[in-house]
């Protein structure tokens, strides 16, 4: 199953939120591979938009609930998200469907 997502870091929190994707850190380390167990594979992020400060994410998964559950569980999204929550605009989890926007699949080209 491919989903995508779309959040928003908060204004002038840009350049930490690349920041922090882009650290090799045990932090960092450590939620990849909860993704990982979790089921999640081909996850990118994205931003930009007309503010900078968009963030559009992809990913692919055998079952969409179970992998949301799992990672949710994992005590390494726990500390991710203690550093990632305080730069979003809205929180940064699949925990509740109001946080964070599922989009529909409208097209793939294979």
């Known amino acids: 199953m491919r ?3 779309v959040m928003r870091i908060r204004e002038g929190r840009e350049a930490e939120y690349r920041e922090l994707h882009a650290q ?3 932090l960092g380390d450590g939620i990849r591979e909860a993704c990982r167990r979790a089921g999640f594979r081909n996850y990118s992020l994205f931003t930009g938009g007309p503010t900078g400060n968009w963030v559009f994410g992809y990913f692919e998964t055998d079952d969409l609930d179970t ?5 949710g569980a994992d005590p390494a999204n726990d ?3 203690a550093m990632v929550t305080p730069l979003m605009e809205l929180p940064a989890t699949f925990a509740d469907s109001d946080e964070v926007t599922l989009l529909a699949e409208v097209f793939h080209l294979e």
């Open 3 to 5: 989903s995508g997502f």
């Open 79 to 81: 500390a991710w998200q």
């Open 67 to 71: 992998s949301i559950a799992s990672l």
């Open 24 to 26: 090799r850190n045990p």
